[in-house]
């Protein structure tokens, strides 16, 4: 059982350039989410999808993008990388609220932006 | 929106020591509280979570976590520290939003 995957593990840009972030998991959660972490600052929510077919911005969404393809994958985007982005990004899935369930959270990749 | 303090971003205890790391949230009702630990390069795994019903939740590696309504707070604990337990500890907090809210963190350092 694999859980979360995130792809890829690790990733350099130049300011400018877009990339996405893939994100999938096995466990047939409704709700997905991508955090950033930042050293001092924890997790930051940038967006998270409810259910298959809805999202919704987070905390920090400028600068970010993103689609929810099928109930198992969650993809983000950045269209134009700044530096600031730099940061770990972390997906994570959860089942029903109503029942306590946990996130589930993905291995991160590390992106650094020249 | 929820908010969750955890007082310490660096906790040091040596080896065999007893485990504090504090959480208080802020919450108009009640909500699920969880603690999750990171280790370097990896992502958050859960520790332990209390939802309803007791108070007292225990978790896994001899973590556990006592939930206090009237204090607001969802303090961690191990009775004696071991190496492996080095790491990262975060404490989050869902609301009915269906969303989470993590603190900010507090490393935790082992002394041999």
């Known amino acids: 059982n694999a859980g979360v995957t995130q792809t890829p593990k690790f990733q350099v840009l130049k300011t400018g350039q877009s990339m996405t972030l893939q994100c999938a998991q096995d466990?047939?959660?409704?709700?997905m989410y991508w955090y950033r972490q930042d050293p001092g600052m924890g997790l930051r929510l940038i967006y998270y999808?409810?259910?298959?077919?809805?999202?919704d911005k987070g905390e920090v969404p400028n600068g970010y993008n993103v689609s929810r393809l099928n109930k198992r994958e969650f993809s983000l985007r950045l269209e134009s990388a700044a530096p600031s982005q730099t940061s770990v990004y972390f997906c994570?899935?959860?089942?029903?609220?109503?029942?306590?369930?946990?996130?589930?959270f993905g291995d991160g990749t590390r992106l650094s932006i020249l | 929106a929820q908010s969750v303090t955890q007082l310490g971003s660096h906790v040091s205890v040596s080896e065999g020591a007893l485990v504090l790391l504090r959480c208080n949230y802020s919450?108009?009702?009640?909500?699920?509280l969880f603690w999750y630990v990171q280790y370097p390069n990896q992502g958050l795994q859960l520790l332990l979570k209390?939802?309803?019903?007791?108070?007292l939740v225990k978790g896994i590696n001899g973590f556990e976590a006592e939930f206090k309504k009237s204090e607001t707070s969802f303090h961690l604990t191990k009775p004696s520290a071991h190496m492996s337990d080095a790491a990262e500890y975060f404490c989050?907090?869902?609301?009915?939003?269906?969303?989470?809210?993590f603190g900010t963190g507090t490393s935790l350092t082992v002394i041999p």
């Open positions: 994570a899935s959860s089942g029903l609220w109503a029942q306590g369930q946990p996130q589930h």
């Open positions: 466990m047939n959660h409704n709700s």
């Open positions: 999808s409810a259910s298959e077919g809805t999202t």
């Open positions: 919450s108009s009702v009640p909500p699920y």
């Open positions: 209390y939802t309803t019903g007791a108070t």
């Open positions: 989050a907090v869902s609301d009915t939003g269906n969303q989470f809210y």
